[in-house]
């Protein structure tokens, strides 16, 4: 499991959100006040695989275990 921390305040941040990265396409990951993000790094051929999932703290164990189970079922194969 990875950590990732901000060393301010999310509430000394003008938007409320702490940019983690930025993403193809102009998307942004962002995380609110409170939030939490659950980063998968997977190993593949062709480089990491990264998932992140929100985490809402409400999350039962059923779809915590749900999310394991389609990571695990990742198959990648290398092209051609």
């Known amino acids: 499991m990875?950590?990732?921390?901000h060393q301010g305040?999310?509430?000394?941040?003008?938007?409320?959100l702490v940019q983690l990265?930025?993403?193809p396409l102009g998307y942004t990951?962002?995380?609110?006040t409170g939030g939490s993000?659950?980063?998968?790094?997977?190993?593949?051929p062709q480089?990491?695989?990264?998932?992140?999932v929100a985490d809402t703290f409400n999350l039962?164990?059923?779809d915590q275990r749900a999310i394991q189970q389609v990571l695990d079922s990742l198959e990648l194969d290398?092209?051609?």
């Open 37 to 44: 993000n659950r980063i998968y790094a997977i190993d593949t």
């Open 9 to 16: 305040l999310i509430a000394d941040c003008p938007s409320g």
């Open 78 to 80: 290398p092209p051609g």
């Open 47 to 52: 480089g990491p695989l990264v998932v992140a």
């Open 21 to 23: 990265w930025d993403l």
């Open 29 to 32: 990951d962002d995380l609110p």
């Open 2 to 5: 990875t950590t990732v921390s």
């Open 60 to 62: 039962s164990d059923a």
